[in-house]
């Protein structure tokens, strides 16, 4: 199996930016589509952004696309989401997950491993 540790939430205006790291430990990381996911109170997790094992295929949710933008590197092990132009809808709890079926996919059911989540608030 794989470990997901996220890092680099945290209160910025909106406007800002920030990029959330994703560093991935056990299996080979290039073996899995990755995949960022948000919670917010009270709301269900939604899916954000999801990349393919190579790295030269992404999707985005319609409310992040042109603002946000997914990125890995096999070599390192982890996977990035940097997020511009956030804007206070955009404060969840972020989610770096990883799928080993290698098919990209938004569905957060077919994500088997998670890390703990980092918080992104959005100040307004």
């Known amino acids: 199996q794989v470990q997901l540790v996220e890092s680099g939430g945290g209160l910025v205006q909106a406007g800002g930016s920030l990029r959330l790291s994703c560093a991935a430990s056990g299996r080979t990381f290039s073996n899995y589509v990755m995949g960022w996911f948000r919670q917010a109170p009270g709301k269900e997790r939604e899916f954000v952004a999801v990349?393919?094992?190579?790295?030269?295929?992404?999707y985005y949710a319609d409310s992040v696309k042109g603002r946000f933008t997914i990125s890995r590197d096999n070599a390192k092990n982890t996977v990035w989401l940097r997020m511009n132009s956030l804007k206070p809808e955009d404060t969840a709890v972020y989610y770096c997950a990883a799928d080993d079926t290698n098919v990209v996919t938004t569905d957060n059911l077919e994500f088997d491993y998670w890390g703990q989540g980092t918080q992104v608030t959005v100040s307004s």
């Open positions: 990349i393919n094992w190579s790295g030269d295929g992404t």
